[in-house]
């Protein structure tokens, strides 16, 4: 008896998106793992009178308003990746990028920044008929865009950062993420330049697309009117950011200078982002009390610090969730402003 060539191919459907729903489900279940661990490896070291003394004693209206510092943020964020839309020929208001830069708030709660954040703004930007080549390569070119401003913002302060960690495992981190950053960007100002090159000398198809894309980043970033918007945005965030902190630190009664907390907290976060928990947690509370305690916070003080922190990004996150029920698919179309 003949099988029917049509349920084959149904079934061979149906057992890859098993298979494919067993894989998500495996990582969702890791990355909650490797979440607990960590938080559990923290825990235990820690004093809970002194990390509930700490809370208490917090100033609950300076900690409510630290969400609102998110607005410049934002905005900041939003005027980036304007000028990496106009360097790719394409026009994006400020007022359309800031509303997918708030609703990719919500998304990256739950994902990695390149998953949520990032395959957000990818993934409505199709729904709105935008080529799919565009839409990643506006994405990407935006996220490299940050990484560069954030390792200028790294290496800008890193004589001062060193000056003030001693001599230990961060110092060599931070020496570390400066180094590696910077051999990045080189290698990516090297692919770029050699794109004829190396599309006359190899027909492997990734290597050409990445080489084309690093030629057309460099390109985009040559532009000196939008190279200057895209650093001063992207020191402009990671100072919010490292206020943001300093901002909560002083809310808790932790003595830190604000020049510390913008020496540190770049580094830090930057460190947080590897994608290997839930939403950040875990892993950035380790970080925070590895690097804030060179700056003299108590793992106690520290962890108040980096809970805070994680609750205001929930905060906005959830601001985030509720415009995305609230907009209508139009809000978020390219091209000018009717």
Same mark, same amino acid.
């Given at each position: 008896?003949?099988?029917?060539?049509?349920?084959?191919?149904?079934?061979v459907?149906?057992?890859?998106s098993?298979?494919?729903r067993w894989?998500?489900?495996?990582?969702?279940?890791t990355k909650?793992?490797i979440?607990?661990?960590i938080?559990?490896?923290?825990?235990v070291?820690?004093e809970?009178e002194e990390?509930f003394?700490?809370?208490?004693?917090s100033?609950?209206?300076?900690?409510?308003?630290?969400?609102?510092?998110?607005a410049?943020?934002?905005f900041?964020?939003?005027?980036r990746w304007t000028q990496?839309m106009?360097g790719l020929?394409?026009?994006?208001?400020?007022l359309?990028?800031?509303?997918y830069?708030?609703?990719g708030?919500?998304?990256?709660?739950?994902?990695?920044g390149?998953?949520?954040?990032?395959g957000f703004?990818a993934?409505?930007m199709?729904?709105l008929?935008v080529?799919?080549?565009?839409a990643?390569?506006?994405?990407?070119?935006?996220?490299?865009?940050?990484?560069? #401003?954030l390792l200028v !913002? *790294?290496?800008?302060l890193?004589?001062?950062? +060193? %000056? /003030? @960690?001693p001599? &230990?495992?961060f110092?060599?981190?931070?020496?570390?993420?400066?180094?590696?950053?910077?051999?990045?960007?080189l290698?990516?100002?090297?692919?770029?330049a050699?794109r004829?090159?190396?599309n006359?000398?190899?027909?492997?198809?990734?290597?050409?697309?990445i080489?084309?894309q690093? #030629?057309d980043?460099? !390109? *985009?970033?040559?532009?000196?009117?939008?190279? +200057? %918007? /895209? @650093?001063?945005s &992207?020191?402009?965030?990671?100072?919010?950011?490292?206020t943001?902190?300093?901002?909560?630190?002083?809310a808790?009664s932790?003595?830190?200078s604000?020049i510390?907390?913008?020496?540190i907290?770049?580094?830090?976060?930057?460190?947080a982002?590897?994608?290997?928990s839930?939403?950040d947690w875990?892993?950035?509370e380790?970080?925070?009390v590895?690097?804030l305690g060179?700056?003299?916070?108590?793992?106690?003080e520290?962890?108040?610090?980096?809970i805070?922190?994680?609750l205001?990004?929930?905060?906005v996150?959830a601001?985030g969730g509720?415009?995305?029920?609230?907009?209508?698919?139009?809000?978020?179309?390219?091209?000018?402003p009717?």
């Amino acid at each position: 008896m003949e099988e029917n060539p049509t349920e084959i191919m149904m079934t061979v459907q149906i057992d890859d998106s098993s298979e494919k729903r067993w894989q998500n489900g495996l990582k969702f279940g890791t990355k909650v793992a490797i979440t607990i661990a960590i938080l559990t490896a923290i825990f235990v070291n820690v004093e809970y009178e002194e990390l509930f003394a700490i809370l208490r004693r917090s100033n609950a209206v300076l900690l409510v308003m630290v969400p609102l510092i998110a607005a410049p943020t934002i905005f900041l964020d939003s005027l980036r990746w304007t000028q990496v839309m106009k360097g790719l020929g394409e026009h994006l208001s400020l007022l359309t990028a800031s509303r997918y830069i708030l609703v990719g708030w919500f998304f990256a709660n739950f994902f990695p920044g390149f998953i949520g954040f990032d395959g957000f703004r990818a993934i409505q930007m199709r729904r709105l008929n935008v080529p799919t080549e565009l839409a990643i390569r506006s994405v990407v070119f935006d996220r490299l865009s940050a990484f560069v #401003s954030l390792l200028v !913002t *790294i290496l800008l302060l890193l004589p001062y950062t +060193l %000056s /003030i @960690l001693p001599d &230990g495992a961060f110092r060599t981190v931070a020496i570390g993420v400066a180094v590696f950053g910077t051999a990045a960007c080189l290698f990516l100002f090297i692919l770029g330049a050699c794109r004829d090159w190396i599309n006359q000398r190899t027909k492997r198809n990734l290597i050409q697309q990445i080489a084309n894309q690093a #030629s057309d980043f460099l !390109t *985009i970033f040559g532009q000196p009117q939008i190279s +200057l %918007s /895209i @650093l001063a945005s &992207g020191f402009g965030v990671h100072l919010m950011r490292a206020t943001i902190v300093f901002v909560i630190a002083i809310a808790l009664s932790i003595n830190v200078s604000i020049i510390d907390c913008v020496a540190i907290i770049p580094i830090s976060l930057l460190i947080a982002m590897i994608p290997i928990s839930f939403g950040d947690w875990g892993v950035r509370e380790a970080v925070f009390v590895f690097s804030l305690g060179n700056i003299g916070f108590s793992l106690e003080e520290a962890l108040a610090t980096s809970i805070c922190f994680g609750l205001y990004r929930l905060t906005v996150g959830a601001i985030g969730g509720l415009a995305w029920l609230a907009m209508k698919r139009e809000h978020f179309a390219l091209g000018k402003p009717t």
